[in-house]
């Protein structure tokens, strides 16, 4: 599975973005997508995380409540729409794919691991 990320920008803190994970080559419908971010001089973490199976999803504690994955199988697409941005929230967002089976910290527990990172989208949350 090949991903592009898109949607980042610059936001006042409070503001709202929506981030898109689309691909060309893949049917989203098969495979979980996690949302993934960096920021700078810190490892990646998981953000948020949908499976393909049952549509469960997971968020990680410090965006639960203000962030919301969703999938649009017509535009093979999924969607991270963040809310209550705060400047902790900067980093670096990418998306992944896995046809494996979901657990609820976002790790794929049986299967492929997750893969097709893109490059990427820069949300930056600063007055």
């Known amino acids: 599975v090949q991903l592009v990320e898109s949607g980042g920008g610059l936001v006042q803190p409070g503001g709202s973005l929506r981030l898109s994970c689309a691909s060309s080559?893949?049917?989203?419908?098969?495979?979980?997508i996690g949302w993934f971010r960096q920021a700078p001089g810190k490892e990646r973490e998981a953000v948020s995380c949908?499976?393909?199976?049952?549509?469960?999803?997971y968020y990680a504690d410090s965006v639960r409540g203000r962030f919301t994955i969703s999938r649009d199988n017509a535009k093979n697409t999924v969607y991270l729409q963040m809310s209550g941005l705060k400047s902790e929230d900067t980093a670096v967002y990418y998306c992944?794919?896995?046809?494996?089976?979901?657990?609820?910290?976002?790790?794929?527990?049986?299967?492929?691991?997750?893969?097709?990172w893109g490059q990427g989208t820069q949300v930056t949350v600063s007055s």
């Open positions: 080559g893949s049917n989203l419908d098969y495979y979980s």
């Open positions: 992944a794919g896995s046809p494996g089976i979901l657990d609820p910290r976002c790790v794929i527990k049986a299967g492929p691991p997750f893969a097709g």
């Open positions: 949908i499976s393909k199976d049952d549509g469960s999803t």
